[in-house]
């Protein structure tokens, strides 16, 4: 079903080792709204949306998982020369004990990934306006991500993906247009 390019949509660069931003970085990794959550509720909601759109949800699932490996290298190339003492003193130091520098899906807050993020209600115009609130929620994540740090290379990317998050939010709404059309139009007398 996929070819994977052993290359990142988009280069990911950094200026420095920053595991404060990496933290930060974390919400967009396994938060409730980050990328691995909506490349999960996308590629799952597929299989009850309508042929019309279906397409749709499996290619912006399928980015989804490009833009979750942007942010696991980017946190790791925040944090791969961090000592244990810059980690601690950003806030990560429980995380060094469980996992070392290893990347492990929670959000900035520390709080494990779980499927609980991932909406699916059945209803094609309801999970789609569920997916747009979603994107939207990821834009501003990146927005306020790209306020937080100085470094330029950082936000090259950041921007990038805050980017992505638009073109999808306004791919979903062309698709719950078409939706609506067709429903408008299946009128039975």
């Known amino acids: 079903m996929w070819v ?3 290359k990142l949509q988009y280069p990911v660069r950094v200026s420095k080792c920053d595991p404060r931003m990496a933290k930060y970085l974390l919400e967009q990794y396994g938060g409730a709204d980050g990328e691995l959550s909506a490349a999960l509720r996308y590629l799952n909601q ?3 949306i309508p042929d019309k759109v279906i397409g749709l949800l499996n290619d912006i699932g399928t980015e989804e998982f490009a ?3 942007m942010i696991a290298t980017m946190i790791y190339k925040l944090t791969k020369d961090a000592t244990v003492e810059q980690m601690d003193a950003q806030g990560l130091g429980e995380y060094y004990v469980a ?3 290893a990347l492990f899906y ?3 807050a520390g709080v ?3 499927a609980a993020y991932i909406q699916a209600k059945g209803d094609p115009i309801a999970d789609l ?3 747009i609130a979603a994107e939207e929620k990821a834009r501003a994540t990146y927005q306020w991500l790209i306020d937080m740090t100085d470094d330029v290379d950082l936000q090259d990317g950041l921007k990038f993906l805050r980017e992505r998050e638009i073109i999808h939010s306004l791919r979903f709404r062309e698709a719950v247009e078409i939706l609506k059309d067709e429903r408008d139009n299946k009128k039975i007398f």
Do not use: G, I, V
């Open 129 to 131: 306006y569920e997916d």
């Open 99 to 101: 996992h070392d520098h």
């Open 67 to 69: 833009h979750l490996e």
């Open 112 to 114: 494990p990934w779980t």
């Open 4 to 6: 994977y390019e052993k």
């Open 46 to 48: 597929r299989y009850t």
């Open 106 to 108: 929670q959000n900035a």
